[in-house]
């Protein structure tokens, strides 16, 4: 490991909120609204959870195979960012993916390998001993075979198609084509506290301030219309620049997910959600008021994931639910810009395992990234985005080209 060279951007923080001089007083005004706006929904969203009523707005996939989801639906899930779309793959399947996964780390002596990789690392570790919760893997039949799966590809394109993809040069992205974006599986055990995530949001943190790009996306907010900003529209989604880092995920995602390889639930240590599609509204402008340093963001950080924090957004918090019991097979879906969370505990007597995949529409964006992806598939290492831990060049049992489907090779660029 090398020190970390992610760059100093106070001068440019500094620089953008100096910018913004002039607007302060209508942000002001802008941020008192929107702070009522979120107790709201935070109370509502309480009010639902507490009544038993379904906070995640949640279908069956067969109602999208036959085409009998509502308007009233889609307007939920628009609402609320996040959505449960259940029965995506036979709980049979699943369970035989599941088993497979386990034997796949099992029988390549993943454990040992990761043990001998950590006492590499052991200086720089932060993390306390114990078996690993997420593997470094990406390249096992179950997982190839779940991203090309016909039913998630409709799954994901009817997700994809909540987002207004319109935009002055024709569409911005295509909603009825994936392009895999290879991620790794967690297999969380029983009893395990080692792996609870704090709140927070993927995919760039100070840059949604300060790169240029990310200003035309919030560009109501930034001006005080926050009512007007829409996060289910396309415009400029692909013209934002992350600062690399092995936290931030360099393709445009409508939403992050995975899917239930086991049974799992509030008390089972998975995931939490705040159900509320514009937060990022505030978060944006929680970070413009005058009690936040001229050269900090809420703590923001370069390279990092995020932070909802109880010192900044507390009203955001409040409305942070679990999510309800998934069975195998259930998937489960957020907008890029919804805070999540993975509780502390494993509390329940099962294992908490899934496959992280997400929804990654065909666009210039994403295809530059398949580019890359491709050759770390055929050599089993791990993919452009991630940690070069390249456990998987060896492993027995690793999918190949041969895998593929006609359709899976179109999603990895072949
Ligand atoms: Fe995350």
């Given at each position: 490991?090398t020190?970390?060279p992610?760059?100093?951007?106070?001068?440019?923080?500094?620089?953008?909120?100096?910018?913004?001089?002039?607007?302060?007083?209508?942000?002001?005004?802008?941020?008192?609204e929107?702070?009522?706006?979120v107790?709201?929904?935070?109370?509502?969203i309480?009010?639902?959870?507490?009544?038993?009523?379904?906070v995640i707005?949640?279908?069956?996939f067969?109602a999208?195979?036959?085409?009998?989801?509502?308007?009233?639906?889609?307007?939920?899930?628009?609402?609320r960012?996040?959505?449960?779309?259940?029965?995506?793959f036979?709980?049979?399947?699943i369970?035989?993916?599941?088993?497979e996964?386990?034997?796949?780390?099992?029988?390549?002596?993943?454990?040992?390998?990761?043990?001998?990789?950590?006492g590499?690392?052991?200086?720089?570790?932060t993390?306390?001993?114990?078996?690993?919760?997420i593997?470094?893997?990406?390249?096992?039949?179950?997982q190839?075979?779940?991203?090309?799966?016909?039913?998630?590809?409709?799954?994901?394109?009817?997700?994809n198609?909540?987002w207004?993809?319109?935009?002055?040069?024709?569409?911005?992205f295509?909603?009825?084509?994936?392009?895999?974006y290879a991620?790794?599986?967690r297999?969380?055990?029983?009893?395990?506290?080692?792996?609870g995530?704090?709140?927070?949001m993927?995919?760039?943190?100070?840059?949604?301030?300060?790169?240029?790009?990310?200003?035309?996306?919030?560009?109501?907010?930034?001006?005080?219309n926050?009512?007007?900003?829409?996060?289910?529209?396309?415009?400029?989604?692909?013209?934002?620049?992350?600062?690399?880092?092995?936290?931030?995920?360099?393709?445009?995602?409508t939403?992050?997910?995975?899917?239930?390889?086991?049974?799992?639930?509030?008390?089972?240590?998975?995931?939490?959600?705040?159900?509320?599609?514009?937060?990022?509204?505030?978060m944006?402008?929680?970070?413009?008021?005058?009690?936040?340093?001229?050269?900090?963001?809420?703590?923001?950080?370069?390279?990092?994931?995020?932070?909802?924090?109880?010192?900044?957004?507390?009203?955001?918090l409040?409305?942070?639910?679990?999510?309800?019991?998934?069975?195998?097979?259930?998937?489960?879906?957020?907008?890029?810009?919804?805070?999540?969370?993975?509780?502390?505990?494993?509390?329940?007597?099962?294992?908490?395992?899934?496959?992280?995949i997400?929804?990654?529409?065909?666009?210039?964006?994403?295809?530059?990234?398949?580019?890359?992806?491709?050759?770390?598939?055929?050599?089993?290492?791990?993919?452009?985005?991630?940690?070069?831990?390249d456990?998987?060049?060896?492993f027995?049992?690793?999918?190949t080209?041969?895998?593929?489907t006609?359709?899976?090779?179109?999603?990895?660029?072949f």
């Open positions: 490991m020190a970390n992610l760059p100093d951007v106070r001068d440019d923080i500094v620089a953008f909120k100096r910018a913004m001089a002039e607007r302060r007083p209508a942000l002001k005004q802008a941020f008192a929107l702070e009522d706006h107790r709201r929904e935070a109370d509502e309480q009010a639902d959870a507490a009544a038993g009523r379904d707005p949640q279908i069956d067969a999208i195979r036959d085409g009998r989801v509502t308007d009233a639906f889609r307007e939920a899930v628009r609402r960012g996040c959505a449960i779309i259940r029965g995506v036979p709980r049979a399947q369970e035989a993916w599941n088993q996964l386990g034997e796949y780390l099992e029988s390549n002596g993943y454990y040992e390998r990761e043990k001998e990789k950590r590499l690392d052991q200086y720089f570790s993390l306390a001993a114990g078996k690993p919760q593997f470094g893997i990406y390249w096992s039949k179950p190839v075979l779940a991203r090309q799966d016909p039913n998630l590809a409709q799954t994901r394109a009817f997700l198609r909540l207004r993809v319109d935009g002055p040069d024709g569409q911005v295509n909603p009825d084509l994936e392009c895999t991620d790794r599986t297999r969380r055990e029983p009893g395990d506290k080692t792996l995530l704090s709140p927070h993927d995919g760039g943190s100070v840059e949604r301030w300060i790169d240029p790009g990310f200003q035309k996306v919030y560009e109501a907010v930034f001006s005080g926050w009512r007007d900003y829409d996060p289910f529209d396309a415009r400029y989604r692909l013209e934002t620049r992350e600062i690399p880092s092995p936290a931030v995920c360099s393709m445009f995602r939403f992050q997910g995975w899917t239930a390889l086991t049974r799992q639930g509030p008390n089972d240590g998975t995931l939490r959600l705040v159900p509320i599609a514009n937060q990022m509204a505030y944006l402008l929680r970070a413009m008021m005058d009690d936040v340093a001229e050269d900090d963001l809420c703590g923001a950080r370069p390279g990092r994931a995020l932070s909802a924090t109880e010192e900044w957004h507390a009203p955001l409040a409305a942070e639910v679990p999510i309800p019991t998934v069975e195998p097979g259930d998937t489960v879906w957020w907008h890029t810009d919804v805070v999540h969370a993975v509780g502390n505990e494993h509390n329940g007597s099962d294992y908490a395992n899934v496959m992280y997400g929804a990654a529409p065909d666009c210039t964006k994403n295809r530059a990234y398949l580019s890359r992806q491709k050759q770390a598939f055929l050599d089993g290492r791990s993919p452009p985005d991630f940690a070069a831990e456990y998987e060049t060896d027995v049992g690793r999918a080209l041969e895998d593929l006609e359709l899976g090779r179109r999603q990895m660029g």
